[in-house]
């Protein structure tokens, strides 16, 4: 079994970190953009928003080759972005308009690319599992050498469909690096108030699933461990499993007060661990960016973001017959 160590940080250039910083200012920026449109009504329904878990799914996407997989829970923008997705896509579908990715019809928790290999996003607290792991044996049995990062977070750790598919992907040696990003709390339950274990990685052991516990708010820390992961997998060992620990800043979604903790604790961890503010220090330290470059970039995100928003509002609605479009699939597709 692996220690809980993580991983030795891997040696990255200057550009791979300026984009690291890119990546992850664009997923809050747009995350911010996101809660202002919520604000406004333009956005329907549960919005959840994954300000402050950055590192986690860019770091893992610096580990990932073309034709990898990702499949996620509800808190999935971030995903989105990070594999590649249109930023205007996106937005466009939270606003319920045809111009995205499901046609306005999926909404925040159900939009899919087949393009970039991203499979949702999923409404029902660890549904997406035992999906992970059904792409993962597709993976297989065509013997394409490909991973799927199967996504869920603390709270669905203790579903027990995690541990019927435990079970089945060791069994079957399936590629599948399943991913807790334990951001602290379930809902508004705090992991300590609902999970006796010490830590959620060393279930694993019980099937025989190597893992280990990762720094989610670094990066480069994420990245180690996920080439990690991503080499265990591909060269037929099975599964494994990551322990991402990290942060949610917002609510469980835009309609929680997040009664259940303080402002000092909020303001602790962005003052003391901010994912972005670490890169940023890096990359002015090591005389990678002056302040005028992040400035730079900051105003080209915001303005990446600013479209995204207005291509989303001048989107229109989808058709009234495209209620009836999508549901069943097409004979010899």
């Not at 692996?2 to 300026?18: C, D, F, I, M, W």
């Not at 602290?184 to 516990?213: C, D, F, H, N």
């Not at 992040?294 to 017959?321: C, Y």
């Amino acid at each position: 079994m692996a220690t809980r160590k993580t991983a030795k940080k891997p040696n990255v250039s200057a550009e791979e970190l300026l984009e690291y910083y890119r990546e992850m200012l664009l997923i809050r920026r747009f995350e911010e953009k996101a809660g202002q449109l919520y604000g406004m009504g333009l956005i329907g329904g549960f919005c959840h928003l994954y300000i402050g878990q950055e590192a986690v799914v860019v770091g893992l996407e610096a580990a990932a080759d073309e034709g990898d997989k990702r499949v996620t829970s509800y808190r999935d923008h971030g995903h989105m972005l990070a594999c590649g997705m249109d930023p205007k896509g996106v937005m466009a579908e939270l606003t319920g308009r045809a111009g995205g990715y499901s046609k306005g019809k999926g909404g925040s928790m159900h939009m899919f690319s087949k393009e970039k290999h991203f499979y949702g996003g999923h409404g029902i607290v660890a549904a997406q599992v035992p999906i992970g792991a059904g792409l993962a044996f597709a993976d297989k049995y065509l013997g394409n050498d490909r991973v799927t990062f199967t996504y869920f977070g603390d709270g669905a750790a203790n579903q027990g469909q995690v541990y019927e598919t435990y079970n089945m992907a060791e069994l079957w040696d399936l590629p599948v690096v399943f991913v807790i990003e334990n951001n602290q709390y379930a809902m508004g339950t705090a992991v300590k108030r609902s999970t006796k274990s010490p830590s959620l990685w060393e279930r694993g052991a019980a099937y025989g699933i190597p893992g280990e516990e990762v720094d989610g708010m670094d990066v480069l820390a994420v990245k180690a461990a996920g080439e990690k992961a991503v080499a265990h997998c591909r060269a037929g060992k099975g599964p494994y499993i990551l322990e991402v620990m990290t942060y949610r800043y917002r609510g469980h979604s835009m309609s929680d007060p997040a009664k259940y903790r303080t402002r000092e604790e909020v303001q602790k961890v962005r003052e003391e661990r901010d994912a972005i503010e670490h890169v940023r220090e890096l990359l002015l330290q090591g005389k990678h960016a002056s302040e005028e470059d992040l400035k730079a970039i900051d105003k080209d995100i915001k303005a990446i973001v600013n479209d995204a928003a207005e291509f989303a509002k001048e989107s229109p609605e989808p058709a009234l017959e495209e209620l009836w479009t999508d549901i069943y699939a097409e004979e010899g597709v």
